[in-house]
């Protein structure tokens, strides 16, 4: 698959790029990245939750009714959870979502998710950005030539951190700024367009074509 290299502005180079197979050819694997994404979002997860059960509340233990001849339950203390104010009965507890999964799996589902995105004809390729300040102001102009500041989510992969381009994109809705190393399944199938500097390009083909995988 070949991409046009546009400039800042929009506008056609008249250079063109081929995506490696190795990257973006890849049969997309449905349970992997379904996989991916339930991990992702598990570990986003606080696990804080937490409801009071009948052995931390302060209520009386004195025996309300007696044992037998009332035609009721027996009831011995109003810490009961069938009581109101009570208890809860088996409620929530701190625990943590997070669970394992092989870093061949995470391979394979962003690659999938990558190729998902070119199969689909998502993915853009641009001139590499770069801001001499962190201005919002010249970024979303950026987005306007590229014609993308159109309320779709945008992902653009740059080939490492530029703080001037995080300071200056972080107050633009539906635009997320990443590098090839922190890429995740979740935010590949979460965006509309894939927008890639020509070497986030060749970052991320030389990353996910080498034998070791992402975390």
């Known amino acids: 698959m070949e991409l046009s290299v546009l400039t800042i502005l929009g506008e056609d180079t008249g250079r063109k790029v081929t995506l490696s197979d190795a990257v ?33 509340i302060a209520r ?18 109003m810490k009961s959870g069938v009581f109101v104010g009570g208890g809860r009965m088996f409620g929530p507890r701190p ?22 995105l070119a199969r689909d ?13 962190p201005r919002t102001k010249d970024f979303v102009a950026i987005l306007n ?15 490492e951190a530029d703080k001037n381009l995080l300071l200056s994109a972080r107050n633009v809705q539906k635009v997320k700024i990443a590098t090839p190393a922190a890429l995740n399944t979740h935010d590949l199938l979460n965006t509309d367009t894939l927008l890639l500097s020509e070497a986030g390009l060749s970052a991320l083909e030389q990353l996910y074509t080498a034998n070791n995988a992402p975390e």
């Open 121 to 133: 004809g998502k993915v853009a390729l641009v001139e590499n950005i770069s801001l001499s300040a």
């Open 145 to 159: 030539g590229l014609k993308l500041n159109n309320g779709r989510k945008t992902l653009y992969v740059a080939a």
């Open 95 to 116: 625990r943590d979502y997070g669970f394992k999964l092989n870093k061949k799996t995470k391979r394979v589902a962003r690659l999938s998710a990558l190729s998902v």
């Open 60 to 77: 009386t233990t004195k025996k309300l009714k007696k044992q037998k001849g009332t035609g009721g339950a027996r009831a011995g203390s």
């Open 24 to 56: 973006f050819g890849h049969e997309p694997n449905e349970h992997v990245m379904y996989l991916d994404v339930k991990q992702y979002l598990a570990n986003q997860r606080q696990g804080t939750h937490k409801s009071k059960e009948r052995a931390e």
